[in-house]
Nanobody, 116 residues
């Protein structure tokens, strides 16, 4: 069993920044792709960003140029640096780890609220 714990969410004004963190309890973190997803009220959960074990990154179009996903394998932690935040970025942000079984592990989520 893998446990994921997100942190770093909060209330921020438009144009501001936040850095989310996701800490994994097992060393399996070092060998798998990690991802960030988000879910706004009344909407489906959507993919935001992924980073492979080798450090290759991908982003959904709406956050390209503003968000940066990174990982520190020594700390079993993945990060999401969020800059130039917009109102539409408001959502509950989830960390995901997918093992070879393709049955993912999810964190509990951390709330990001962008409001003026």
């Amino acid at each position: 069993q893998v446990q994921l714990v997100e942190s770093g969410g909060g209330l921020v004004q438009p144009g501001g920044s936040l850095r989310l963190s996701c800490a994994a309890s097992r060393s399996i973190f070092n060998s798998v792709t990690m991802g960030w997803y988000r879910q706004a009220p009344g909407k489906q959960r959507e993919w935001v960003a992924t980073i492979t074990a080798g450090g290759r990154t991908n982003y959904t179009d709406s956050v390209k140029g503003r968000f940066t996903i990174s990982r520190d394998n020594a700390k079993n932690t993945v990060y999401l640096q969020m800059n130039s935040l917009k109102l539409e970025d408001t959502a509950l942000y989830y960390c995901r780890l997918t093992p070879p079984s393709n049955i993912p592990y999810w964190g509990q989520g951390t709330q990001v609220t962008v409001s003026s």
